[in-house]
């Protein structure tokens, strides 16, 4: 998708204080895509330029636009999932349930 090298795939965020919209401006293919599948979603964002290369045509970059900066977020760690407690009877359903998957795996595997 992009000939822009892993190392030099950057995303830079901009907005300011009074204003409640933001600009994101991608060279990061992940990020595109995750933006992508928002800007389907959401109404709240918007695809505004696409950069391609010259002389290949190449996508190397995407500018989108948030109307509620808000959306953005920063965060201080990242959350720890608390294992939920399981009652006997619900535990072995998902051990049943994993070895159902299991083997289903194993024989579309063995085709």
């Given at each position: 998708?992009?000939?822009?090298?892993?190392?030099?795939?950057?995303?830079?965020?901009?907005?300011?204080?009074?204003?409640?919209?933001?600009?994101?401006?991608?060279?990061?293919t992940?990020?595109?895509?995750?933006?992508?599948?928002?800007?389907?979603?959401?109404?709240?964002?918007?695809?505004?330029?696409?950069?391609?290369?010259?002389?290949?045509?190449?996508?190397?970059?995407?500018?989108?636009?948030?109307?509620?900066?808000?959306?953005?977020?920063?965060?201080?760690?990242?959350?720890?999932?608390?294992?939920?407690?399981?009652?006997?009877?619900?535990?072995?359903v998902?051990?049943?349930?994993?070895?159902?998957?299991?083997?289903?795996?194993a024989?579309?595997?063995?085709?």
């Amino acid at each position: 998708m992009s000939s822009v090298a892993y190392d030099e795939q950057e995303t830079v965020i901009n907005f300011s204080r009074r204003d409640n919209k933001a600009t994101v401006w991608t060279s990061d293919t992940t990020v595109m895509t995750k933006l992508d599948k928002l800007c389907e979603s959401s109404d709240s964002y918007h695809l505004v330029d696409v950069g391609k290369a010259l002389l290949s045509g190449e996508i190397i970059s995407k500018t989108y636009t948030i109307t509620d900066k808000s959306l953005i977020s920063f965060r201080a760690k990242k959350v720890e999932r608390q294992a939920r407690p399981m009652t006997d009877e619900q535990r072995q359903v998902m051990i049943d349930r994993l070895a159902k998957a299991r083997q289903k795996r194993a024989e579309k595997n063995a085709l």
